[in-house]
């Protein structure tokens, strides 16, 4: 009895640290200092020690989801759409980036200042929108001819067929390739800093950075910055979107100098839905985009159709007769009232779907779970979303990353994951995640885990960067703060981590696992 006093006053005092670590309100201390307190006297002190991770695993658990109901947004509530256009609501969330935007507009349609030259750095998490908002830069201000457009994945492709780019590896352990992203050679450095500076437009719009080797990062920041500041043009404008990983290193090198006259950096947020009207409009935009929804004009031309004659349609469930014959859109499961209705419920009840409805890539995800769900008459479960969604996220980062996937094989994604899910134990262990959910990364961290007979290290910012997973600070000026993105994902690799360790746990602990079938 002596002993477990001992233990309750040991954890009495880590429960306290970890309290002032976290600010957590009394009563989520007080809740978790009693579970504490209970685990104490109803499980023997002298419980293996792989039985006591799990427990404290258990508890981060319940730690992730207090900070889940700070940051995830909250679920949808009945009401009107706030715009009637999706990028309303991304310059809703980004005020000072547009501000940036229209200056560069005034300064082009008026000549002042002259000259005029300015190099724009927008970071963003994976599937945030970045492509879509570039795709609306400049479209209806600046005549065509002005604007050039590109994608620095696609343009190394090229180059890759050209013998100018190759495969580099991005993540190994001991000789094992996990990932390779395209690499410029030498002599594709020197093409790409032609067509660069071959460049005519007075605007220059740039995406996909994050999608090509790291060791490029640099040199391709660099180059831009030559291009839009440092030349004798009178009007130039460079805007560069990425994840935040990839101007980290120019950042920091840029700032220790002192930023260049012209230089400015924005992190995109993403667009606030709140109501079921907001939904909507994010979904007559996905049905124009992927099914293409359309209708004729007065002047018998077909076009997209518009949001009010949407509104109205949509009210009706989609008639295709009287009022709305003139309506088209590719053959789908999608556009019905049972997934309407669904896709409403589900982002009305649980924050794990409105948490990532503002995300584009998330957006079309969950709409391809609703039409399965009802398809095989399922109903909603938070674990069971939470797998399927994930699944499909690492699929969709397989294409821009060469992240393991599905579709890549069992050994390679057993690896992956099982780095990934020590990651998330990893920092929750050591106390770093913060009241928000971040936690502070070093250039040498390292996590490790044994696989078949291996042990496998790898570094964590090379296995968090280009994830996919991850958002980041990228103006800090040491560590690289971290978050899961969306945060969730944080507990569903803590789930996924105390499963395996459960599996090879000789004794069952019933309160793990009435934790692991909610």
């Known amino acids: 009895m002596a002993s477990k006093r001992r233990n309750g006053i040991l954890l009495f005092c880590f429960c ?11 009563v989520q201390v007080f809740r978790g200092l009693t579970a504490l307190l209970i685990s104490v006297f109803v499980i023997s002190p002298t419980a293996p020690a792989q039985d006591r991770s799990v427990m404290g695993q258990s508890e981060g658990i319940e730690l992730l ?21 999706l990028r309303d609501y991304y310059w809703d969330a980004n005020i000072e980036l547009r501000y940036q935007l229209n200056e560069a507009v005034r300064a082009f349609t008026t000549r002042r200042p002259n000259p005029f030259r300015a190099f724009t750095l927008v970071a963003g998490p994976a599937g945030i929108g970045k492509t879509f908002v570039k795709g609306g830069v400049y479209t ?3 005549p065509k001819s002005e604007v050039a457009k590109f994608d620095i994945r696609e343009l190394l492709e090229e180059f890759a067929t050209q013998g100018l780019a190759e495969k580099k590896p991005d993540i190994e352990y001991r000789g094992q390739v996990i990932s390779r992203l395209l690499s410029m050679t030498r002599e594709g450095r020197k093409e790409f800093i032609r067509l660069i500076r071959e460049q005519a437009p007075s605007f220059l719009v740039v995406d996909s950075l994050d999608e090509i080797h790291p060791d490029d990062y640099f040199f391709v920041l660099e180059e831009l910055e030559r291009f839009s500041l440092h030349g004798d043009r009178d009007f130039v404008h460079v805007v560069l979107f990425g994840r935040p990983l990839v101007f980290r290193d120019y950042w920091r090198d840029r700032r220790s100098k002192g930023l260049p006259n012209g230089l400015r950096g924005f992190v995109l947020h993403p667009p606030e839905f709140r109501t079921t009207g907001d939904l909507r409009v994010s979904t007559w935009n996905y ?5 293409k929804l359309s209708r004729l004009g007065f002047d018998g031309e077909t ?5 009010p004659d949407f509104e109205q349609w949509n009210t009706l469930d989609f008639p295709t007769a009287e009022d709305f014959a003139d309506v088209s859109f590719l053959e789908n499961r999608c556009i019905c009232p049972e997934v309407r209705d669904e896709l409403e419920s ?34 909603f479960n938070e674990r069971t979303f939470m797998d399927e969604f994930f699944a499909r996220w690492l699929e969709r980062d397989s294409k821009s990353g060469d992240r393991p996937s599905r579709s890549h094989g069992t050994e390679q994604l057993v690896v992956y994951q099982k780095l990934l899910e020590a990651v998330a134990a990893k920092y929750l262990d050591e106390h770093r995640v913060n009241r928000l959910g971040y936690f502070d990364v070093v250039d040498d961290d390292r996590v490790v885990v044994e696989h078949e007979g291996q042990t496998i290290s790898v570094p964590v910012p090379r296995l968090l960067n280009r994830s996919g997973l991850v958002t980041l600070d990228p103006v800090l000026p040491v560590a690289q703060r971290y978050r899961f993105e969306p945060f969730w994902i944080h507990r569903h690799l803590l789930y996924q981590h105390l499963e395996r360790q459960m599996s090879m746990s000789p004794t069952a602990i019933p309160a793990v696992e009435n934790e692991l079938v909610k």
């Not at 306290?16 to 009394?26: A, N, V």
């Open 16 to 26: 306290c640290q970890l309290s002032h670590q976290l600010r957590l309100m009394p």
């Open 65 to 85: 989801k207090q900070i889940e109901d700070r940051v995830l947004p909250l679920p949808l509530v009945d009401g009107a759409p706030r715009n009637e256009s």
């Open 140 to 142: 209806n201000w600046i």
């Open 287 to 291: 049905y124009c985009f992927k099914y």
């Open 303 to 307: 076009r997209s159709m518009t949001f």
């Open 346 to 379: 589900w982002a009305s009840q649980h924050r794990v779907v409105s948490a990532v409805l503002y995300n584009l890539a998330g957006n079309s995800i969950v709409r391809d779970l609703v039409e399965e769900h009802i398809e095989d008459n399922r109903t």
